[in-house]
């Protein structure tokens, strides 16, 4: 296969990027974001050399990452580069849809976000093989599902719509766009079918550019065909068989984790005893009486998996062993790393914290104390949530505090670690991060998992080169 060139845009620490530059099929030429120790990150991972715009526009330079405002940064030096893939996760919570009165037949108001439009502008003026769009999943329902409606064909007819997009920009491209690009992939990708060890989701939409494809229909079919089955899991069974937290972080397949599981668990043993509250004697009954504290076992109860058979199941737990060494964390503890940029450091936390956490088993939260003398106000599902050890950890946020800082299974420990964060996230542990404890949460958090744009990348690669040969 060829190797095909890459702009990111609005990378920041790069996550979607290192999923396509890890394929080996792609190499990036150019990115950008404004957050600068995401930027530094970037620079140090990807080794691009680190460009500072300041308040005035700069041209995008082969070799680059800027840090500055999209809206600063010229493509046009690009274009003798014939880009193949522009790739990005651009800001939506600007672009807006105001419905006029019926009665004056005003129609629909379209106010696109400016990030976004400059996101349009790099299509316009690099004319890219291909994209690939990234974005919160309630991109798609906002504003009633119009938003996502005109998002989808500002890319399927750019050439129509630039004009539009350009009063957004008032950034002037001499040359007339492209037709537009064909969407061959618009959906939510739920990631833990892809390997992701995580509850996480994301709108993907990956276009490529319509007079590659031509008129041949039925090659468009095989290839949205393709592109569904191919993030939507594959051949590959973790859409039945979900990665575990406590199998990136103990670097070992769940049927060698059987005596880890154990003592993780049993330390639980008569909380209720001690919360007595009747949602702690429900979780008893419901959870805690029915665990057989046989891993295997408790694991196919806990994702309500049922085997096909005794070798379904064997492949499974090899295609998660596969994966862990794929990520580089087989037999390797995350406990065990002391890594030169401080991630895994333990954040410190009050006693007060710690008890209240000791009271709060895997799976569960904030309410399982509540009218406790451990209990805390707190309105959302997240807050003070532990992992469980035998199911996809929860999201991974950038923000947040007050408990939202995702927390341990073991009963002695309080918040994750960034390195814990990150291997949640499908980051090497080879991949270090630049800024505070808090800028680096942040630059993980928002990132995607590097496991799935890895399947992204390599499925559109496949895409382009039974295209373009």
Not at 57 to 73: K, Q
Not at 200 to 220: N, T
Not at 263 to 269: G, L
Not at 451 to 469: E, F, T, Y
């Amino acid at each position: 296969m060829r190797r095909f060139s890459l702009v990111s845009l609005f990378s920041g620490a790069g996550g979607l990027d290192l999923g396509f530059v890890q394929s080996g099929l792609y190499a990036v030429v150019f990115a950008n974001d404004v957050f600068e120790p995401a930027v530094q990150t970037y620079s140090r991972n990807f080794n691009l050399k680190l460009r500072y715009c300041g308040n005035s526009t700069v041209e995008a330079e082969a070799g680059t990452v800027l840090i500055c405002d999209a809206a600063l940064a010229d493509f046009t030096p690009l274009r003798d580069l014939e880009v193949d893939v522009v790739v990005g996760g651009p800001p939506c919570q600007d672009f807006s849809i105001v419905r006029g009165p019926e009665n004056r037949r005003k129609g629909i108001k379209v106010s696109r976000g400016r990030l976004y439009a400059h996101f349009v502008r790099a299509l316009a003026t690099l004319k890219p093989k291909a994209f690939v769009f990234e974005n919160v999943p309630g991109l798609v329902s906002v504003n009633k599902g119009l938003a996502y409606k005109f998002i989808l064909e500002d890319f399927s007819h750019l050439n129509i719509r630039w004009d539009e997009v350009r009063k957004v920009i008032g950034n002037g491209v001499t040359r007339n766009p492209e037709e537009g690009y064909e969407i061959v992939f618009s959906k939510i990708a739920d990631f833990t079918k892809l390997g992701v060890p995580q509850m996480r989701e994301r709108l993907i939409i990956i276009g490529i550019r319509r007079d590659l494809l031509g008129r041949d229909l039925a090659r468009l079919w095989k290839i949205k065909q393709f592109f569904a089955h191919e993030l939507g899991g594959g051949a590959m069974l973790f859409r039945k068989y979900p990665l575990t937290p406590i199998e990136v972080f103990e670097g070992r397949a769940l049927p060698d984790l059987q005596d880890v599981y154990y003592r993780i668990m049993k330390e639980y043993d008569g909380i209720w005893g001690e919360v007595r509250t009747p949602r702690a004697l429900e979780w008893k009954h419901k959870v805690w009486d029915r665990l057989t504290f046989n891993i295997v076992e408790d694991y196919l109860s806990l994702n309500n998996v049922r085997p096909q058979s005794r070798e379904e199941l064997e492949r499974a737990f090899e295609e998660h062993e596969t994966v862990l060494k794929e990520l580089g964390y087989y037999g390797k503890r995350v406990k065990d790393l002391d890594l030169p940029d401080g991630s895994n450091k333990l954040p410190r936390e009050t006693q007060e914290v710690l008890e209240r956490l000791k009271r709060i088993p895997p799976g569960e939260n904030h309410e399982f104390v509540k009218g406790t003398p451990w209990e805390v106000k707190g309105l959302m599902s997240n807050i003070y949530r532990r992992a469980c050890p035998l199911t996809p950890a929860p999201t991974v946020i950038a923000y947040g505090g007050g408990g939202t800082w995702g927390y341990h299974y073991e009963r002695e420990r309080g918040m994750l670690t960034n390195r814990e964060r990150a291997r949640l996230q499908t980051f090497p542990d080879s991949f270090l991060f630049a800024g505070t404890w808090s800028q680096v949460r942040a630059q993980i958090g928002e990132a995607v998992p590097p496991l799935a744009s890895k399947v992204i990348a390599k499925a559109l690669a496949h895409a382009l080169n039974s295209i373009i040969g």
